[in-house]
């Protein structure tokens, strides 16, 4: 068994080991992988695991050995599906890794928001504070969560539980979800539309899949219905989001703030409107790489892999 990773680095930048997957073949770790590298690095392949190097029906038909591929991420639309399901190649990915990992940044870029931490701390370190004629000062306006309410936009596992840390924190949470499961025993929840999403929440949190269904559901239309003191938070696909849109919303005074981990292109190119854009804190895709998270990731991309030698596979995508 020839087992390759196309792009490790990510994932394992050398905190972690690789020897359980070297226990179940011939490893090969490559840091990174551009789609022109990888049918001579993967010809010999039996088993390929990836993050995010894109694998193509033109690429896959030409890795005649091939028969595995794992996803070592959730998403999983950088690979097709359709010419790997032809082809009888198995594709698996790893679909709770991240949980805890992913509602911790939500709520720290959420509290970023409310509360401009790094602003006032480097002002601190400037002397403003030491200058200051008063025991207090703050450089923005400061927001208190409890009572306000949560709008989670897609409420699978990471939806709920960035829920139950809202609720801890006293605020109210209602959520939209086309696949709507039971409800949470929580006060004053409910289902609603993402019209009534929108013009309800002071917080909109993101965490739906990207689909055609929901690419670009965030643009002006949608961000017209917020109330301008709302704060928008995304950690789940950059593509959700109309980027020029929520900039005009920020830049015109439309909304209050946005914390984004996640943007339409990554990296990003210099002229991304968010990056220039008023009260918009942007993180560099960081809410699934926890060393814990990543532990996880790593351990179940081996455990679908072993599943998958046994005759057994698990968390098939096709």
């Not at 002002?123 to 989670?152: C, N, Y």
């Not at 929840?189 to 929901?214: I, Y």
């Not at 960081?286 to 698990?314: C, Q, S, Y």
Request: proline content about 5%; aromatic content about 6%.
């Amino acid at each position: 068994m020839r087992i390759v990773i196309l792009d490790g680095h990510v994932v394992n930048p050398g905190d972690l080991s690789w020897d359980a997957l070297r226990v179940l073949g011939d490893l090969e770790v490559f840091d990174r992988s551009s789609e022109s590298e990888v049918v001579n690095r993967a010809r010999a392949a039996d088993a390929l695991l990836t993050v995010r190097t894109p694998l193509s029906a033109h690429t896959l038909k030409q890795l005649e050995r091939l028969r595995y591929v794992g996803a070592m991420f959730t998403g999983y639309d950088e690979i097709d599906l359709k010419a790997a399901r032809d082809l009888k190649i198995v594709v698996t990915n790893v679909p709770t890794y991240g949980t805890a990992s992913v509602a911790q940044l939500a709520f720290a870029l959420l509290l970023e928001l409310c509360h401009h931490v790094a602003l006032h701390s480097a002002a601190t370190h400037a002397g403003e504070w030491s200058r200051s004629s008063d025991f207090s000062f703050w450089k923005t306006p400061l927001v208190e969560l409890q009572g306000k309410t949560m709008g989670i936009v897609g409420f699978g596992q990471i939806g709920r539980h960035v829920g139950e840390i809202a609720i801890a924190m006293g605020m109210h949470v209602i959520a939209a979800d086309a696949a709507r499961k039971e409800a949470p025993n929580w006060p004053s929840f409910h289902w609603c539309d993402l019209d009534e999403l929108m013009s309800a929440s002071d917080v909109v949190s993101l965490h739906c899949p990207l689909l055609p269904q929901t690419r670009g559901i965030i643009n002006f239309a949608s961000l017209s219905k917020m109330k301008p003191d709302a704060f928008l938070i995304n950690t789940s696909r950059g593509p959700l989001v109309v980027e020029q849109d929520l900039a005009d919303a920020l830049n015109n005074d439309r909304l209050a703030g946005a914390a984004v981990d996640v943007l339409s292109s990554e990296p990003p190119f210099l002229d991304n409107p968010l990056l220039h854009a008023k009260n918009c804190i942007v993180t560099p895709h960081i809410a699934w790489a926890t060393k814990e998270a990543r532990t996880r990731l790593v351990d179940t991309a081996v455990a679908n892999l072993k599943a998958f030698l046994d005759g057994h596979p698990v968390n098939v995508v096709t």
